[in-house]
């Protein structure tokens, strides 16, 4: 058998023991239109991914979760072009798609799940494990700051100064001055980066290098900072509390850290708000790029003589 049909055969097995086991794909909004390879923009903030259940298959289309942000759903318009992932163990495939439109999706509750309809691929690409900047995908993984959290009473005062920089950042308005930026931070320890692998309805997956896995041996509950600009010119901050860690295949530690609101109720929104606001501007910029792209040589260059003039 050739080799290009049986890795066909194999991705497409994999899929099939996805839906079997009820298990999730991960999709971000992709960062080009789908085969062109001319520069367009981009998130300067980097590529959010999404954790989504694999609801069902089709000849042509795969059917997973709507995505979501700490319960709130995320719209991904029709027709914005996505870039997937398939995992299961050590084998992994990433391949570009297209979002077709929602559906209800029944069998899975008492109340039908609304799910989003996607182009199945006709071929897929090789990655390593759990990485995915590799040349096909155009993504690029966010960095996270963290902190181990000492004294998890002292994050009401800096979620709470993130509200009020959110929300005036929204309306327009200046966000008030801050004589001293370390005097909102939390008790925290040392810092440390990690990068945003995925993000599910109430975590994120983050994975971090050997020299730094040892703070989640010996913390649970961290100070995280997720930077997006110049999309978000507010940071989003919260409070996470560590759920799981293994070594992938690159040995490095990947962590699923669940989003803590307990000392602070409200600041739930706002996390769930940012997240949702820098999605729909990555579709935004999507769109941009595509109505570029459509436009005739002449028009582009007529614009470019413009912009320089």
Known sequence: MPASRSRTLEWRRSLEQVLERDGAIEIAVASATAHSDEPVAHAAGGDIVWRVRLLGLSETEMLVEQPAALGRPIEIGKGIQLVGAIAIGQNRWVFRTEALGYTDATGFGPRALRGIRIRKPEHVDRSSRRALRVDTTMLRLPEVEMWPLLDPRSVVVAERWNEVAFDAAMSGSPCPPVSDAESLMPTVGPKFVASLMNLGGGGVGL???????????????????????????????????????????????????????????????????????????????????????????EDRAGQSSRAAA
């Open 207 to 297: 994975r971090v290098g050997h020299e730094d896995a040892m703070n989640f041996s010996r913390h649970r509950l961290f100070w995280i900072r997720l930077a997006l600009e110049p999309e978000l010119s507010v940071p989003i901050c919260s409070t996470g509390k560590l759920v799981h860690t293994h070594i992938d295949s690159l040995q490095c530690t990947y962590a699923g850290v669940a989003f803590d609101f307990t000392f602070n109720p409200g600041h739930e929104r706002f996390v769930a708000d940012q997240i949702r606001r820098y999605i729909m501007l990555q579709q935004d910029l999507q769109r941009q790029a595509r109505e570029q792209l459509a436009r005739s040589p």
